[in-house]
């Protein structure tokens, strides 16, 4: 019995101490002031930065004015949050006073997947959320260029984003082929085009049935056929068909 005393006496004291600590630490942090702003923009995977830091501040600034100098309590952090939420480019934020007495902006930024040309010859990103995001103006991320027949509206079920999101996730998962191509032309649903960065000038996807197979040859077409035949040999493959690569040399050689 004295001892399950003793340890309830311990547990009392430690309970008791932390809770002052607690009390302390937040009496101490409301009485402080905020000591500057500082922005953490996390990278997706293989991500590109498309907004700086200093953007986010001067956003932020404008907005909700300087924070430097003022006490935590008169920080609105949810709508801070919330109106960060509304760029195009974020797909979460989380705002928080670090223990520096910093204010924190932790920004998750969308991930671009393709990037489309309408028929106004505008440029829009589409992100692995099926979010339409418009073209940096300084920043840009390396993913396809993407051509065809994409109606310049607002309304993105105009644009055929289910065969656009299987394309851009196959590009985007295979290593080889997210570094090899650089654009895309949709002529029609069953005849897509690849345009590689070197080697053949143009690739013939067809549709996309049998999409990791296709690029599966078109890989081993790269690294076994070409080199020996030389990287200028061909004018364009053809991957529609099982099982092979077609290919047809330029007419100059």
Known sequence: MNKQRIKKAIWLVLLTGVTVVTLIAARFQADALVE???????????????????EFVAMITEKFGPVKGLPPDMLDMRSMENWLQTHPYVRQADVYLGSTGTLVLRVHQRMPLLRIVDNNGKHWYIDTDTVRMPVARQLSARVPLVNGDFPATEDMSKWNTAMLMELGN??????????????VYIERPDRIWLVPRLGPSRILLGDLSDLAGKMERIETFYKKALPPAGWDTYAYIDARFAGQIVAKKRMNL
């Open 170 to 183: 196959e590009l985007w998962d295979d290593d080889f082929m997210r570094l090899m191509i650089d654009q």
């Open 36 to 54: 500057g702003l500082e922005v953490e923009i996390v990278s997706v995977e293989k991500g590109h930065h498309l907004i700086t830091p200093e």
